[in-house]
């Protein structure tokens, strides 16, 4: 998640924001959207393979019954403006209120929860960790594994909690949890928190 669907008037975010009202076939999209019946499954098809739309159930008509469309949690979310001024606000008062211990635990603890979410990949050391990549990639990050002084290096040029970790570094913490319970060994973050924030993360096999 994290694509920028509903930025611009695209025929994903025109979608995207029809199924806001509740749920609709390809036949009521279509109408409402002045679009083919083809463009309409074209766009759901890109929307559920990003989990912001789902099947729901049918919809009976005179001839046959019609799927209907349902937007996701993930989906409503990329067209709030409030989480990110929420969650810098939460950080800035957890860090004021919690011991540095207190808070890399509590950092620590989000990351493996968020890991959960994911299905754990299998194979060497390296493969996992290039499913790690992948997984960075999901999140909006530019990520690839290399190689550095025998040790591998998850690097992604674009950090997905940017807005967060030029002011809370503890927010690295986070990923640093979610991909060591991902891969299954120890990770360390080296991560860049400059002008433009870079995720680094040493994987210890």
């Known amino acids: 998640m994290g694509a920028p669907i509903v930025r611009g008037n695209t025929a994903a975010g025109r979608v995207l924001s029809q199924l806001r009202h509740g749920p609709k076939t390809v036949e009521e999209l279509a ?12 766009q759901l098809r890109k929307l559920q393979a990003d989990n912001l739309v789902v099947q729901s159930g049918r919809r009976e008509g005179i001839s046959k019954p019609s799927i209907l469309f349902a937007i996701t949690l993930e989906g409503q979310i990329e067209f709030s ?12 008062v957890a860090e004021g209120q919690c011991s540095n211990i ?21 194979g060497a050391v390296r493969d996992r960790a290039r499913a790690a990549a992948r997984l960075l990639k999901l999140f909006g990050g530019v990520a690839e594994v290399r190689t550095r002084d025998s ?28 991909l060591a319970d991902y891969i299954g060994v120890p ?19």
Do not use: W
């Not at 109408?31 to 074209?42: I, M």
């Not at 403006?81 to 800035?92: A, D």
């Not at 635990?105 to 754990?120: D, E, H, Q, V």
């Open 187 to 205: 990770v360390r973050s080296c991560c860049n928190r400059a002008d433009e924030p870079q995720c680094c993360f040493e994987v210890k096999s």
């Open 81 to 92: 403006t409030l989480y990110l001024p929420v969650l810098t606000q939460f950080l800035r």
């Open 31 to 42: 109408k409402e959207l002045r679009l083919t019946g083809n463009a309409v499954r074209n």
């Open 102 to 122: 207190q808070l890399a635990s509590f950092m620590a603890a989000t990351g493996k929860s968020l890991a959960a979410r994911y299905p754990k990949p299998t």
């Open 151 to 178: 040790e591998l290096v998850i690097r992604s040029l674009a950090c997905p909690l940017a807005a967060l970790t030029a002011e809370h570094p503890a927010a690295c913490s986070v990923l640093e949890a979610l």
